[in-house]
């Protein structure tokens, strides 16, 4: 199924991914300050119901719930030594849900950590932490490994190399850029060009971009990346800027008014079209019908 993964994007096949974990989750009834990874095994018929509802809606990639499921940010709820049973609990569930000819990928967050000389982890621990996230999805059944939300490339490099030396799996390596004085950056003032430039000779399969402040900061994102580079692309946007509503954050781009932003990402050229935070199934559908017309008029 990896190789099917690639396959499909080289013969030009639109795929879409799904939206938001988190914040379904919390939908569902997840109480903040709690682990998500921990709900793969106290909640797997939550976690297993997420999958189901974004393969129903039309994802043809579902990615497990996984994104802090490494040895350092376990480690905030005591849980450090648990990574390898999160790991291939959540590929599991995922894997038993999937439709055929649909995949499984393997969410890798970043570590939360800074690197030396900025800070006290070293190369080699961060790989260590990776490596192990990897591997446990790689044997829980996941079909690719996504590396996403990275801020810093060095961290980005870093994963990718645990995944391509560790598994056998592709990997699609996004980070997260916001538009400020000095144009598209990371927090850690990476710009785009040079994310596509690192992301590339890391060895990473499928480039791009998630989370971020909503389409529209989306869709310049990718007016910028298009031209640089060959490489497939995969745009996944939050459903704008959450506002703090009776306690809880509420995402105000529906499926309605992210439907013309989620065409123009598409005529840009995205090979892997999805959502982040804020995103459900329901803004998963209308995208699967937005990407079968757009291959329908492309045949």
């Known amino acids: 199924m990896a190789e099917l993964f690639l396959e499909k994007l080289r013969a030009g096949i639109i795929l879409l991914s799904d939206g938001a974990m988190g914040t379904e989750l919390q939908k569902r009834g997840m109480p903040t300050g709690v682990c998500p990874e921990e709900y793969n095994i106290i909640h797997p018929e939550i976690v297993q119901g997420i999958y189901r509802d974004y393969y129903a809606a039309g994802s043809d990639i579902v990615e497990t719930n ?27 569930l995922a894997c038993a849900v999937c439709p055929a000819g649909k995949f ?10 800074l690197i030396e000389p900025l800070g006290p982890r070293t190369v080699q621990e961060i790989y260590d932490i990776f490596t192990e996230q990897a591997v446990a999805l790689a044997e829980g059944g996941v079909d690719a490994i996504f590396v996403e939300t990275m ?37 850690w003032g990476v710009d785009v ?7 590339t000779v890391a060895g ?52 309605e008014i992210i439907q013309p932003k989620a065409e123009k990402l598409l005529q840009l050229g995205v090979n892997i079209l999805g959502g982040c ?8 559908k209308k995208m699967r019908e937005l990407v079968e017309a757009f291959m329908a008029k492309s045949r």
């Open 66 to 92: 996984t994104f802090g499921a490494n040895r350092s940010r376990l480690t905030l709820h005591n849980f450090e030594h648990r990574v390898a049973e999160f790991c291939k609990a959540s590929a599991q």
């Open 151 to 187: 801020m810093a490339p060095e961290e980005a490099e870093i994963a990718i190399r645990a995944v391509k030396e560790k598994t056998t799996l592709p990997v699609v390596a996004t980070m997260t850029f916001e538009l400020g004085k000095a144009g598209l950056r990371t927090m």
């Open 104 to 113: 499984v990928a393997g969410s890798i967050g970043p570590t939360g950590d």
């Open 204 to 255: 990473a399969d499928v480039i791009g971009a998630n989370c971020g402040r909503g389409f529209d900061e989306m869709i310049a994102i990718i007016q910028e990346m298009r031209p640089l580079t060959r490489q497939p692309i995969i745009a996944q946007s939050n459903a704008g800027i959450p506002e703090w509503v009776d306690g809880v954050s509420v995402y105000k781009e529906t499926p």
């Open 193 to 199: 060009a040079t994310a596509v430039r690192r992301l």
């Open 277 to 284: 935070c804020g995103t459900g199934p329901e803004h998963i």
